[in-house]
């Protein structure tokens, strides 16, 4: 008889791990408090590019800014890079002090759910699902549409 599976109310963090000189990519979600839909606006959506790009420990390649979450993939930008919960708490907090609408507050959930990707494979198709995500939840009819998505840093997938 299998082991019941444990309760998690926070996701479980596993280390990085490096393999082979492979580029580390990992596929990152975090949503806002109370799912308040306070993302998706073009003050929020530059307001976490100037935060991603303050907090140079990881790179941001591509993202997609919903309402209520933001999805992203990111990678260590340096070899003494600070482990992905510190920097995750890093921005977070840098974005919620400098966040343009101060009744928003808190503006975050208490932490994220992270996964280390295995394969280039596995990186385009988390990139189309995601891509796809304002499609699917009815804000666009096609995800060029959405304008709170990008690209800050090309990751690139070496298999």
């Known amino acids: 008889m299998a ?9 479980a963090r596993q280390p990085i791990y490096d393999q082979f000189n492979r580029a580390n990519i ?16 073009h003050a929020a959506h530059e307001r976490l ?5 303050e907090a140079d420990h990881w790179r941001v390649g591509r993202y997609v800014i919903m309402p209520d979450h933001i999805h992203l ?45 295995r394969s280039g494979e596995s990186y385009s198709a988390k990139w189309l699902y995601v891509r796809n995500n304002p499609v699917r939840h009815g804000l666009v009819d ?13 990751l690139f997938w070496h298999d």
Request: with cysteine; charged share 25%; glycine share 2%.
């Open 73 to 117: 993939f990111c990678s260590p930008a340096r070899v003494d890079h600070l482990p992905l919960k510190k920097w995750v708490a890093y921005w977070k907090s840098t974005a919620s002090r400098q966040w343009p609408a101060k009744e928003d507050q808190p503006i975050w959930q208490m932490d994220g759910w992270d996964r280390q990707l």
């Open 142 to 154: 096609s995800p060029e549409n959405w304008p709170f998505q990008g690209e800050l840093n090309v």
């Open 49 to 53: 590019r100037q935060c991603w790009q």
């Open 3 to 11: 082991e019941p599976l444990p309760d998690r109310k926070r996701p």
């Open 26 to 41: 990992i596929f990152l979600t975090v949503c806002t408090a109370q799912r308040k839909p306070i993302l998706a606006n």
